[in-house]
């Protein structure tokens, strides 16, 4: 009896000292909390002191000087601030588009600005889709060629004819840039975008020359996909009334950081009105 004592004695030491590492409920006494599952928010963007200096002639611009924030998977982010105050730069740097003069910016673990000029290529093509304030369709592409034309590219490409559905053009497949509207041709935009499957749509000034009700409807879209696909959207703009909409928000003032906010209860961009 003493010997069954002594091994149930000694289960129970092991137990305590190994309980932090045994599933739960393994070790669980009753009246113990229990947490269930605690969600792991990931890092995907990381700007570290990231500096930006444009040489024109003699005079040097700063356009980031020690730019430090970081967004996580599936975020909806908006970089806010006025003209010249460094949106676009943080966003091509972001993209690959542009390199950093200083510092260091890493996506999804990897530290983009060590990376040579066919990583930064293979990095554009693949993980970012770019949405920008001008369209940029190619004209003598239809809709859907345009979206195919910029998905082929891509290893995991979703369907062009999908995409152009859920953007709602079911019916503009075959129609020129020419021959749509502002707001369906950003729409195309969008389209060309998400077709890639990339890790992070990347919208500057996305609605910046679309009058309020069309403009309204490409936020709604771009926070639906975000909801729907759980893509990390950064979307640049100078309309602070649509802060609301994003789960973070970045102000940049002067090529600094002002402020980072998180939204614990973003809203929907049905609900704001400017
Ligand atoms: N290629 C370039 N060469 C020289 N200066 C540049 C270049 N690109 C940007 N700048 C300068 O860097 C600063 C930041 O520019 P940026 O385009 O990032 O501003 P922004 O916040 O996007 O402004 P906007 O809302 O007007 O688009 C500005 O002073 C701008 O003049
Ligand atoms: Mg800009």
Known sequence: MDSVRIIVCYMSNIL???????????????????????ETVKTLIEFENVTKEY??????????????????EGEFVVVLGASGAGKSTILNILG????????????GGKD?????????????????????????????????????????VCKNHLDANEILTKVGLKNR???????????EQQRVAIARAVAKNPLLLLCDEPTGALDYVT????????????T???????????????APMADKVITVKSGKIES???????????????
């Open 16 to 38: 305590t000292h190994l309980s932090p590492y045994l599933p739960m409920g393994a070790h669980q006494k009753a009246g113990q909390i229990d947490y269930g599952e605690i």
């Open 55 to 72: 040489k024109i002639g003699e005079v040097p611009i700063k356009a980031l000087n020690g730019v430090d924030f970081s967004i996580n």
């Open 96 to 107: 690959g588009m542009d390199t950093a003069t200083s510092g260091k910016v890493t996506v």
């Open 112 to 152: 983009i600005t060590g990376f040579n000029e066919k990583e930064l290529t293979g990095y554009r093509a693949e993980k970012v889709g770019f949405v920008f304030q001008f369209y940029n369709l190619i004209p003598n592409l239809n809709a859907v060629e345009n979206v195919e034309f910029a998905a082929e």
């Open 173 to 183: 497949m075959k129609n020129f840039p020419s021959q749509l509207s502002g707001g």
């Open 215 to 226: 403009g309204k409807s490409v936020l709604k879209l771009l926070q639906d996909l975000n």
């Open 228 to 242: 729907e696909t759980k893509k990390c959207i950064v979307l640049v703009t100078h309309n602070s009334a649509i």
């Open 260 to 274: 980072v906010t998180v939204n614990e209860h973003k809203q929907s961009v049905e609900g704001i009105e400017w």
